[in-house]
Every structure is written in structure tokens, then in C-alpha cells.
């Protein structure tokens, strides 16, 4: 590497801007990690009080764009709670974040009308954000439970007080090893006058989790399993009478069947509709009574334009009637933080009551936000002099936030995204591009990089994702900026057979680069010569380094991947282990296999000032590896531990490095497991 020539050392805004690069995932061992997770702020248990990281969070990444209107959303998972918070005869959003660094209970107060909901920034109203907490109503009240417990008073003080439910019978759940959502209702069941408590609950012990394809790319192991049970109140306390049973068999759906109970076809007995881990909704018609409820068959929950499916998954529907049309609607959380409003038309059609497509209800801006796993990439991207984000999320989605002023706190538009051929881009996994198995099919985890990558003067995305396949879309110029040609595989002058990963159970197109998932791809000219290369982990996670080289006929190749890149005191995951260890050699940043491989986010910059480029890698908000020597084309890192001590990471944050001050010293941007962005500032080259 020729330092003279690299454009990292050149201590500019464009030097900086041309070399960011996506990066972010610190490995867990699946999807499935929000518990143990520490607050962002501390705030207060009290209505209306508490501090939001809007409001005192210094490193999050703000709009400051009054008047922009964006997706309203939490964190990681939200978990809704409609109620009329404020009093004031509109119905507000509650939304429980149980995952990392945006954990909490977060109130949305609704400032448009009933038909036509409008909501205005989070106020965080408590640092405790529970998982499979659950809002339900009984003739007009609102009551909050979860596993075991109902919590009074919450709308005054939220989990200040609890009463445990006690039950006789079999325990829920006790006989499964795995089980992820665990959902109590109160619900008048049987009509008598009390109320009964209505549970969903899964279990994952028939899936297992990871690496169980066949050479056919058929899943091996089972589905999830969601059941509903039944605790009726007999006037002398519960008793657990068993799995509620539809066409004389067991309500068994996909995973997380939060079940939502109500009138829904108008006939005056309950009727049942129950969610899934995945994205879809099941109709559960009572052709019983209204006091001995009998269910047929479920059936999909559909519509004029089709079934009914969520953006993302992981979806938590809840009953409420928000507009207050006597309909009771479904008001679903998604994984990424957003929450839908699937109205109720007051139709029944063919025995299915009728509903609205979803809809997401919106926010006046405050806090940038792209899904859930953000990872960004700093550029300017529309050639105005301002350093733009580029991001991929775990949709699968990659989108445009537009710097509207540069400067030191730019004021920042909305993400939009990038589109093929008038549609936006979305990679996912489907029924076996996930390594983890099909539960994990609307997953995509694109993280890119920005590099002109067919030297047309135009700058392109370069992308891996859930598949590990990397690829790239040519920027066609359009004015919007937006248009993109379709994917293409990164084209590698192989020598033999296509390598990947050994778990991989197909096999890649020959010529093409398939590596480990969810991992960065640095395109950036690393040798000087004026070619685009390539940094990334290979397919047994060492870094290496993809020479770019143009052949006789003018095509543009990548060299087999080398690893050029060693380690002294390098902090290396152990997937296995679950921990940090030291070692010296060849810089492998994954030794884990299967789903703990790959998700590893990184970018190279001058971090300390020195003239040499060191190296930036995802760990609980981002660990710097400093670069001591370079011989001979090859590179010595020194492992040098994170920049502060802020834990961001729940599975994953991904840097990427920003000079908005415009002084030559780099900062980071991190994009979180949250959606959000945290900025990061640079100690060591002051």
C-alpha cells in the first residue's frame, strides 16, 4: 500500500467521505437476544415524566428538521399499547422497547384526530422495557399483564405495583425448553361475567435454531409451534384447562400467537385471531357461543389485495377499537420498531371480517432511525459537498438519508429508499437463505459499502446481506438519485471451484464471491492504482484483501482473496465461547460457524492521526485496531480495545467514519441495533 497516493491520508472532508464504509454486527448467538440489556438514560417512573435519548442522549443522531414527518418507531421490537393515555379522548400509542440501547416504555401522544392518527415525538415515560407485556380490554378497561403478573395502576405509575395470577394445573410452558413470547389477555371467555385469562405461548424446541439444511436446501428439523391455553376463572380462583382447540385439534400456528380475542365478525360471540413469529395473521371463527366458544379451522387473514402480511416479522398485534367506530382494529408491533394500524372496515365477507391493509402510523421527527440493525455508510452521495448516509437494515432494505445543510449538527431528510426497476430494493432470505432456517425468511441484514465500482464516475453499492453473497448495484444517475440497475454478482478470477462456507448447503455460481453473512464489504482502492478493490472476511472469517485488475479484454476482475492482514494483541470473538480472547497471527475476526459466523462490520481510517490506516470493527459500540507496521504488502494491527465505554450492542452496531466539522479529524457514526445513530467521537487524534 502506497500511503502517498491512498485517499484515507489525505486529511480532507472528500478524502474521508470516499472511503466510508458500512460496518456492524457483534455476534450472538441468534436473533432471539433482548434480555440482560441496560438502558440508554435513566428516567423516571411516573406519567409524563422521564427523560427521553432525544432529550438527553448527546451521541444520538437527531432530524433537527422541524415539520418532517417519519415512521413512528422505537427500537428493537415494539410492543404497542393503545390507550388514551392523555385523557383527552384520542387514543395514544404506548410502545414497550425491551432491547438495547433504546430499551423502555415510550409514550406517543396522538396529536391527529381518530380517523387520521398523527403522533408526536417519543417521551420515554420508563426506563423498564418488557418483553411480552400485553394490553388487553374487558368492557371498556384496559388492563396491562404479562407472564404471572397484572400490573395495577400502570397508566398512573407503570410497574409500580403487581399482583401475581395464580392458577391450578399443569404450568405453561414447563415442558418445553425453548419458549420466546409468553402473551396473557383478560378476556370475559365464557360470558359469565368475569374475566378469564387468555395465553399465548410458543416453543422452539421442535426448530432448534441453526445450520439444519439439507444438500437440497430443505429445512430438517420441525416448525415453530404457537398454542393457546385457557386459565378460566371458576369465581374461586384459575385453573388451567389446556390448549384451546380449533376443527377438533389444537390452535397451532407459527410461532408467537399473541392471541387477539373480540367480536370480529359482528355476531355477538368472541372469535379469535392469532399473530405468528413470522408476518402473517390467522382467522379463527367461533361457530360456537358466545358461552362455549367452538372454533373452526383457521384460516389465512385476507383481504381484496390478499393476505394480510406485516413489513418485517416478529409482529405483536393487540385489540383496540382505535378510531372509536365500534370495530375492533388489530394494532401490530413490528421487529423494527414500527407499529400498524390494520383497521377494521366493519365488513364481513365469506365468513372473514374484513380489514384495511396495514397502514404505519407516523411521527413528527426527532431521532434518525432506518429499521432495526442499521448500517451506514457515510458519503456524499448526490455530489453537493455533504456527507450523506447510505444504510442497509434488517429488512433487507438500503436507503438514502439526505444531508440538507452539512455542518457540524446537519439537518437531515427522511430515509428513502433506493429502488430497481420502480420497486425498492428488498433482499431476503426466503424459506433457506438464512443459515438460522426459514423462521428467518423476511430477514435480510444488507450492509454495504459506496465506491464507484465500474469507474463510470458514478458512485455504486456494493452489498452483502443474509445470503453472504456479495453484490453490486449500478447507479443509473437518475435525478432523484434513487434508481438503481438490478443486482449483480462481484465478479473473482478463481482458479478452481467457487469457495464459501463450509455450512453453506448451496453452492455459488462459478466466478462469483460468496463469503460469510452479514458481513462488511470495503470497496475502496487499496493498492493506489486506481482500480477499486475489495476488503472482507472470506468464507472461514480471516480478512482479506481482493485485488482489482482489469484483463486483456478491458474487464474488470478481483484476484482470489489474500490474507495480508496480522494481528498482536487482536481481540477475536469466540463464537463458541462466548467471549474475548487474545491471539497473534493472521487477523481472523470470526472463528464461529453456522449462525455465529460473519457479522462483522468494519471500515478502515487514520484514526490516531499517524499517517497509517487502521481499523474500525464492530464490539459493544466499536473497537479501534491500530495499525503498527505495514511490510512487504502486509499489514500489522494492534488491538487497542473500544473507543469509549457506551454499550450499543445487543447483537450488533456498525461504524463508519464522518468529518461533519470539516477539521480532517474523523469521527464515527454507528449504527445500532435500534435503527438509530450514534456519533462518536475521536480522542486519539487530537
Keep these: 500500500m502506497n500511503p502517498a497516493i491512498h485517499p484515507f491520508y489525505k486529511a480532507s472532508v472528500l478524502a474521508i467521505r470516499s472511503a466510508a464504509l458500512a460496518a456492524a454486527l457483534l455476534v450472538t448467538t441468534s436473533a432471539s437476544a433482548v434480555t440482560d440489556i441496560r438502558q440508554a438514560s435513566p428516567v423516571t417512573d411516573s406519567k409524563g415524566g422521564g427523560d427521553t435519548p432525544s432529550q438527553s442522549d448527546p451521541d444520538i443522531l437527531r432530524h433537527n428538521n422541524p415539520g418532517l414527518t417519519v415512521d413512528l418507531g422505537v427500537g428493537l421490537w415494539g410492543i404497542p399499547l393503545p390507550v388514551d393515555y392523555d385523557g383527552d379522548g384520542v387514543k395514544d400509542l404506548l410502545v414497550s422497547c425491551p432491547d438495547r440501547p433504546y430499551k423502555g416504555l415510550y409514550f406517543f401522544k396522538n396529536i391527529g384526530t381518530p380517523r387520521h392518527p398523527r403522533f408526536a415525538a417519543a417521551e420515554r415515560i420508563s426506563e423498564k422495557g418488557m418483553n411480552n407485556i400485553r394490553l388487553s380490554e374487558v368492557d371498556g378497561k384496559p388492563y396491562v399483564l404479562s407472564k404471572n403478573f397484572e400490573y395495577p395502576d400502570f397508566f398512573k405509575a407503570p410497574y409500580a405495583k403487581k399482583r401475581r395470577l395464580h392458577y391450578e394445573g399443569e404450568e405453561l410452558g414447563a415442558t418445553y425448553n425453548k419458549s420466546r413470547s409468553n402473551m396473557w389477555n383478560y378476556v370475559d371467555w365464557d360470558g359469565d361475567g368475569?374475566?378469564?385469562?387468555?395465553?399465548?405461548?410458543?416453543?422452539?424446541?421442535?426448530?432448534?435454531?441453526?445450520?439444519?439444511?439439507?444438500?437440497?436446501?430443505?429445512?430438517?428439523?420441525?416448525?415453530?409451534?404457537?398454542?393457546?391455553?385457557?386459565?378460566?376463572?371458576?369465581?374461586?380462583?384459575?385453573?388451567?384447562?389446556?390448549?384451546?382447540?380449533?376443527?377438533?385439534?389444537?390452535?397451532?400456528?407459527?410461532?408467537?400467537?399473541?392471541?387477539?380475542?373480540?367480536?370480529?365478525?359482528?355476531?355477538?360471540?368472541?372469535?379469535?385471531?392469532?399473530?405468528?413469529?413470522?408476518?402473517?395473521?390467522?382467522?379463527?371463527?367461533?361457530?360456537?357461543?358466545?358461552?362455549?366458544?367452538?372454533?373452526?379451522?383457521?384460516?389465512?387473514?385476507?383481504?381484496?389485495?390478499?393476505?394480510?402480511?406485516?413489513?418485517?416479522?416478529?409482529?405483536?398485534?393487540?385489540?383496540?377499537?382505535?378510531?372509536?367506530?365500534?370495530?375492533?382494529?388489530?394494532?401490530?408491533?413490528?421487529?423494527?420498531?414500527?407499529?400498524?394500524?390494520?383497521?377494521?372496515?366493519?365488513?364481513?365477507?365469506?365468513?372473514?371480517?374484513?380489514?384495511?391493509?396495514?397502514?404505519?402510523?407516523?411521527?413528527?421527527?426527532?431521532?434518525?432511525?432506518?429499521?432495526?440493525?442499521?448500517?451506514?455508510?457515510?458519503?456524499?452521495?448526490?455530489?453537493?459537498?455533504?456527507?450523506?448516509?447510505?444504510?442497509?437494515?434488517?429488512?433487507?432494505?438500503?436507503?438514502?438519508?439526505?444531508?440538507?445543510?452539512?455542518?457540524?449538527?446537519?439537518?437531515?431528510?427522511?430515509?428513502?429508499?433506493?429502488?430497481?426497476?420502480?420497486?425498492?430494493?428488498?433482499?431476503?432470505?426466503?424459506?433457506?437463505?438464512?443459515?438460522?432456517?426459514?423462521?428467518?425468511?423476511?430477514?435480510?441484514?444488507?450492509?454495504?459499502?459506496?465506491?464507484?465500482?465500474?469507474?463510470?464516475?458514478?458512485?455504486?453499492?456494493?452489498?452483502?446481506?443474509?445470503?453472504?453473497?456479495?453484490?453490486?448495484?449500478?447507479?443509473?444517475?437518475?435525478?432523484?438519485?434513487?434508481?438503481?440497475?438490478?443486482?449483480?454478482?462481484?465478479?473473482?478470477?478463481?482458479?478452481?471451484?467457487?469457495?464459501?462456507?463450509?455450512?453453506?448447503?448451496?453452492?455459488?455460481?462459478?466466478?462469483?464471491?460468496?463469503?460469510?453473512?452479514?458481513?462488511?464489504?470495503?470497496?475502496?482502492?487499496?493498492?493506489?492504482?486506481?482500480?477499486?478493490?475489495?476488503?472482507?472476511?472470506?468464507?472461514?472469517?480471516?480478512?482479506?484483501?481482493?485485488?482489482?485488475?482489469?484483463?486483456?479484454?478491458?474487464?474488470?476482475?478481483?484476484?482470489?482473496?489474500?490474507r495480508i492482514f496480522h494481528g498482536t494483541n487482536c481481540s477475536l470473538y469466540s463464537a463458541k465461547k462466548g467471549v474475548v480472547e487474545t491471539s497473534e497471527g493472521l487477523l481472523r475476526l470470526n472463528d464461529g460457524i453456522g449462525g455465529q459466523s460473519g457479522r462483522r462490520k468494519i471500515c478502515f481510517i487514520d484514526w490516531d492521526g499517524d499517517g497509517r490506516l487502521d481499523l474500525i470493527v464492530d464490539s459493544q459500540n466499536a473497537c479501534w485496531f491500530r495499525n503498527v507496521r505495514e511490510e512487504q504488502g502486509e499489514v500489522w494491527y494492534e488491538y487497542m480495545g473500544n473507543v469509549n465505554e457506551r454499550i450499543l450492542a445487543g447483537h450488533t452496531t456498525c461504524p463508519t467514519p464522518i468529518d461533519w466539522r470539516g477539521d480532517g479529524t474523523p469521527e464515527l457514526l454507528l449504527g445500532a441495533e435500534d435503527g438509530h445513530f450514534y456519533r462518536m467521537a475521536n480522542q486519539q487524534a487530537r
Excluded at 251 to 256: E, M, P, Q, R, T
Excluded at 410 to 424: I, M, Y
Design 194 to 562: 368475569d374475566k378469564d385469562i387468555v395465553v399465548g405461548i410458543d416453543t422452539w424446541d421442535d426448530y432448534g435454531w441453526d445450520n439444519a439444511f439439507d444438500s437440497l436446501g430443505r429445512w430438517t428439523r420441525g416448525p415453530l409451534h404457537g398454542y393457546v391455553y385457557l386459565l378460566e376463572n371458576t369465581g374461586k380462583g384459575y385453573v388451567n384447562r389446556g390448549k384451546v382447540e380449533a376443527a377438533g385439534a389444537p390452535i397451532d400456528v407459527y410461532g408467537a400467537p399473541n392471541p387477539c380475542i373480540a367480536d370480529w365478525d359482528g355476531d355477538g360471540d368472541l372469535d379469535l385471531i392469532c399473530g405468528e413469529f413470522v408476518d402473517g395473521l390467522t382467522w379463527f371463527e367461533n361457530i360456537g357461543t358466545r358461552t362455549e366458544p367452538r372454533f373452526a379451522a383457521g384460516r389465512p387473514l385476507a383481504n381484496k389485495h390478499g393476505e394480510i402480511r406485516l413489513h418485517l416479522e416478529m409482529i405483536v398485534p393487540v385489540v383496540s377499537d382505535f378510531d372509536g367506530d365500534g370495530h375492533p382494529d388489530l394494532i401490530v408491533g413490528d421487529e423494527d420498531g414500527r407499529v400498524a394500524w390494520v383497521r377494521h372496515t366493519g365488513k364481513v365477507k365469506k365468513g372473514m371480517p374484513q380489514f384495511e391493509s396495514p397502514v404505519y402510523f407516523t411521527q413528527q421527527a426527532d431521532l434518525v432511525k432506518f429499521g432495526a440493525l442499521s448500517t451506514p455508510c457515510a458519503f456524499d452521495w448526490d455530489g453537493d459537498g455533504k456527507q450523506d448516509i447510505i444504510a442497509g437494515n434488517s429488512a433487507g432494505e438500503i436507503a438514502f438519508i439526505r444531508n440538507l445543510s452539512g455542518g457540524e449538527n446537519p439537518v437531515w431528510d427522511a430515509p428513502r429508499l433506493f429502488t430497481v426497476n420502480g420497486k425498492p430494493i428488498r433482499i431476503q432470505a426466503g424459506e433457506n437463505g438464512s443459515i438460522q432456517g426459514p423462521a428467518e425468511r423476511k430477514w435480510g441484514y444488507t450492509v454495504l459499502s459506496v465506491a464507484d465500482w465500474d469507474g463510470d464516475g458514478l458512485p455504486d453499492i456494493i452489498v452483502n446481506s443474509i445470503w453472504g453473497k456479495i453484490e453490486w448495484f449500478r447507479n443509473l444517475g437518475s435525478k432523484d438519485g434513487l434508481k438503481l440497475a438490478p443486482a449483480q454478482p462481484v465478479r473473482v478470477a478463481w482458479e478452481g471451484e467457487t469457495p464459501k462456507p463450509a455450512w453453506n448447503w448451496w453452492t455459488p455460481e462459478p466466478g462469483t464471491l460468496v463469503t460469510q453473512w452479514r458481513t462488511t464489504p470495503v470497496a475502496m482502492d487499496w493498492n493506489g492504482d486506481g482500480l477499486t478493490d475489495l476488503i472482507v472476511l472470506d468464507q472461514e472469517g480471516y480478512l482479506a484483501y481482493y485485488e482489482r485488475f482489469r484483463t486483456p479484454g478491458g474487464e474488470l476482475l478481483l484476484r482470489p482473496g489474500r
